[in-house]
């Protein structure tokens, strides 16, 4: 874990327009007078529906390494699992957060439609992709979007969604990596001084995913 140069020295406000702009389309799709039974799209009375949606849900978060394989990414890999365990928690947070305050229902009259889990899960796929090769590959950084984009669509389609739904999801989730970029590499950098490099070359940190819950895996060799 050695310190890592990086450019958050200041607070890179520009690059929270975009997920802050989103977020507010879909709260205001969501909750302004005269648009509360629409949410910017009506309802379907019946469709088919498409099920890969929820497969890409959780693929999306490991498109990063994926990219790793045929890209030159940014950061090392135990750099990237913490970012994207850091960047899951706060997203999880913050969707359920808002899902289970605002009880909005879902255009097939299921609950908790606001914001959509699913887009906030593969938009935050996308832009960790993004942050890591858009230095390095046009073509790898963006194309995670498409995916997202996908399934943002597949979303409103399978009538689970209103499309101000995704539009918050997919803010959620770019804010949500966002924010672990700027939280993550101040907090590393200071344990790593404060603890000398033959501490951090001893330093062991990943997340552990399991089904009953995650958290982090942490190992220090003597």
Known sequence: ???????????????????ATLI?????????????????ISRKDSVSQIRIDDY??????????????????KHSLTDQFVLLAMAEGINAAAVHGLK?????????????????????????GAH???KEFKDSSPVLAYSGYAIAG????SRVYNNRHWLADVAAGAGIGILSVELSYLIYFPIKNLIIRKSGNKTANN??????????????????RF
């Open 1 to 19: 874990m050695p310190v890592t140069k990086t450019k958050y020295s200041k607070v890179p406000l520009k690059q929270f327009v975009l997920p």
């Open 100 to 124: 289970n305050n605002i009880e909005t229902t879902r255009p097939d009259g299921r609950p908790y439609s606001f914001p959509s889990g699913h887009t906030a899960n593969a938009f935050l």
């Open 56 to 73: 890409l849900e959780w693929g999306m978060l490991g498109w990063v390494f994926m990219c790793d394989i045929v890209g030159m990414e």
């Open 150 to 153: 996908f399934v943002a669509a």
């Open 128 to 130: 960790m992709a993004y």
């Open 24 to 40: 507010a389309v879909g709260a205001f799709g969501s909750s302004v007078d005269g648009m509360r039974d629409f949410h910017l």
């Open 203 to 220: 330093l062991f940190l990943a997340p552990s995913i399991q089904r009953e819950g995650g958290g982090f895996y942490l190992s220090y």
